[in-house]
């Protein structure tokens, strides 16, 4: 059996030279004579992997030089617990609730200080981002938090926040390297590697200097310190060495296709392909208004909760994976992410035309 189209929100697909080079590099990397997997952390070979891994993040989204590139682990959810360890100096921050990865990280935060939920979407089930121009925000919060993709919902700011001069922290895992970034508007950026850069158990965390220091809350772990990752370089214990190499070809991958502002052209494209045919469709809708829809994940109803099922389940059949949305929201989803191929978007499309056809005689 050959590869399917595989529309899983994550882990997720990647790009198949990326997988193809990795293959033959499996047994012998790069002369070593061994693989990936197998060699020092503390090697030169690995080294150069490291280094290049963040040099080119750092080309791709234009990283000033005073922010750090950090490679960590315990996936996008222990962030939810490191950013108010080391940056709740007041113990207060201010959470934007556009979805579930929002709320878990809000009640993450309320386990270390005064966390506020200053704006929802919760009342139309999350299918919207909430006006952000004139939050209250408050005088004491030491940042504001928002999810910027919305894994599940299919929501994404196109906008960002009004944090009237506070600190902005965004989980970026769904939408990391699908357009470009300002890095400058924020104090801090996250994401988990198992979205749109590569395996699980990568998290990557692009922070501001100034905000590294060994002003902790009491009883910080030494592990869940981000300056002692800064002084190591992401070496102060054993890294995700493999995962961090597959992230780098991806990268080197990035770059080669014209960066991020080429990516953002094809993925606009890859999603108008789909979402233009749901916006006609008789028989299937997207749940998202229309100004916040993601580029990454589309969620799609039939409104037929059986039909739902058989349109998986038959989809599966003819080589179109994972379209099943999240367990809490039922219905579809279609994660398009930035190695899902054009292709891919069409066959899908053709194939709901065709069940659309089918099922509404
Ligand atoms: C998947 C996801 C997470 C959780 O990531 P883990 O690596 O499983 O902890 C957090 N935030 C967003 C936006 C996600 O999509």
């Known amino acids: 059996m050959g590869r399917v189209y595989n529309f899983s929100a994550g882990p997720a697909v990647l790009p198949e030279e990326v997988l193809k ?74 959470f934007i609730i556009t979805g579930q990865w929002a709320k878990k990280a809000y009640q993450e935060a309320q386990i270390y200080g005064k966390a506020n939920a200053i704006a929802s979407s919760a009342d139309k089930t999350f299918t919207y981002i909430p006006d952000c121009s004139d939050l209250p925000i ?31 922290v965004a989980d970026i895992s769904s939408c990391f390297l699908s357009e470009p970034v300002d890095v400058t508007k924020y104090g801090l950026i996250f994401g988990g590697a198992q979205k749109n850069v590569g395996p699980a158990g990568v998290v990557i965390v692009i922070i501001r200097k ?9 009883g910080t772990p030494t592990m869940l310190k981000y300056k002692i990752h800064d002084d190591h370089k992401s070496l102060y214990n054993t890294p995700p060495a493999y995962g961090i190499y597959i992230c780098g070809k991806v990268f080197k991958r990035l770059k080669k296709l014209g960066g991020l502002k080429v990516m953002k052209e094809i993925n606009e494209k890859k999603a108008a392909i789909l979402y233009d045919f749901l916006d006609q469709s008789k028989l299937f809708r997207g749940t998202v208004v229309k100004e916040d829809r993601s580029f990454m994940n589309v969620p799609f109803v039939t409104g037929n909760e059986e039909l739902d099922v058989r349109f998986v389940k038959e989809a599966k059949a003819a080589g ?22 054009m292709e891919g978007v069409e066959k899908l499309v053709e194939f709901m035309k065709k069940f659309e056809e089918d099922n509404t005689k």
């Open 21 to 94: 080079e990795a293959a033959g590099e499996m047994l012998d990397y790069g002369g070593s004579g061994m693989s990936v997997m197998e060699m020092s952390h503390r090697s030169k070979v690995f080294e150069t992997i490291i280094n290049e891994a963040e040099q080119d993040l750092r080309d791709l989204m234009n990283i000033p030089d005073d922010y750090s590139v950090l490679f960590l682990q315990g996936g996008a959810s222990q962030q939810f617990a490191m950013i108010p360890m080391n940056l709740m100096k007041n113990r207060v921050a201010d």
């Open 138 to 168: 408050s005088n004491d919060a030491d940042y504001v938090y928002i999810c910027e993709n919305n894994t599940i919902y299919g929501t994404k700011f196109k906008k960002l926040p009004n944090t009237k001069g506070k600190l902005l």
């Open 210 to 218: 100034d905000l590294i220091t060994e002003d902790t809350l009491p």
């Open 320 to 341: 179109l994976e994972n379209l099943k949305g999240h367990r809490t929201v039922g219905g579809m989803r279609a994660s398009i992410y930035n190695a899902m191929p």
